[in-house]
């Protein structure tokens, strides 16, 4: 596709389950990031993948958290036992040198 | 540390300039990003500038001091869809991008 698609773009489930969440990079993009976003309030990073180097995985708030990214493209970001507080929208972007794109977010309720 | 600064709102009147700040202390540069997220949407691309100066693109305009880690988003001829968060965004030396808070920019009639 033309931009990063994130999917699903809306998502609400039990406390206590977990979720994936997916995201396709723009095609050739090397970078990809994982960031969360509450409403109201600014982006908080999660993780960012870039090329084969290990990942930066300084900012999962929890070990319910991880994400991995298979053969350099797809990425999946889980949350396993889900608590309310998780409950944002996570988006997905990635870049090629010197611009970042955005996918239109998964939005997670937890109830 | 690493901070990113830009104020937290903003108001201006449709048809006015308007002013964004970001000042930021990095470890390292790559670059300085201004991005516009309209409330409910995924934030998207205005501007990039690595070098030193104005950066001109329609009524926005996006201006970089790296001696003073300083940064500015200008907009002309405001218009009510330019209400929105404008987020200031840095790239450091292991290309990492570390994000301002945004700034809630308000347009009156």
């Known amino acids: 596709g033309a931009g990063v698609s994130q999917s699903p773009s809306n998502k609400v489930t039990e406390k206590g389950k977990d979720v994936e969440l997916r995201c396709d990079p723009i095609?050739?993009?090397?970078?990809l990031y994982w960031y969360r976003q509450s409403l109201g309030q600014g982006l908080e990073f999660l993780i960012y993948?870039?090329?084969?180097?290990?990942?930066?995985k300084s900012g999962l708030p929890s070990d319910r958290f991880s994400a991995e990214r298979t053969g350099g493209s797809v990425s999946t970001l889980t949350i396993q036992r889900t608590q309310q507080e998780d409950s944002a929208v996570y988006l997905c972007?990635?870049?090629?040198?010197?611009?970042?794109?955005f996918g239109e977010g998964s939005w997670l309720t937890v109830v | 540390g690493q901070n990113i600064d830009q104020p937290t709102e903003m108001t201006a009147t449709e048809g006015a300039i308007v002013q964004i700040n970001c000042t930021y202390q990095?470890?390292?540069?790559?670059?300085l990003f201004w991005y516009q997220q309209h409330a409910g949407e995924a934030p998207t691309f205005l501007s990039y500038?690595?070098l030193d100066g104005l950066e001109e693109k329609g009524r926005f305009s996006s201006f970089l001091s790296r001696s003073k880690g300083y940064s500015y988003l200008l907009l002309k001829e405001l218009q009510m869809k330019d209400s929105a968060s404008y987020l200031c965004?840095?790239?450091?030396?292991?290309?990492?991008?570390?994000w301002g808070a945004g700034t809630k920019l308000i347009i009156k009639p």
């Open positions: 972007a990635s870049s090629f040198r010197n611009t970042i794109y």
């Open positions: 095609s050739g993009h090397t970078a």
């Open positions: 993948f870039q090329g084969n180097s290990a990942p930066d």
């Open positions: 990095t470890s390292g540069f790559n670059g």
């Open positions: 500038n690595v």
């Open positions: 965004a840095v790239m450091d030396s292991n290309y990492q991008l570390i």
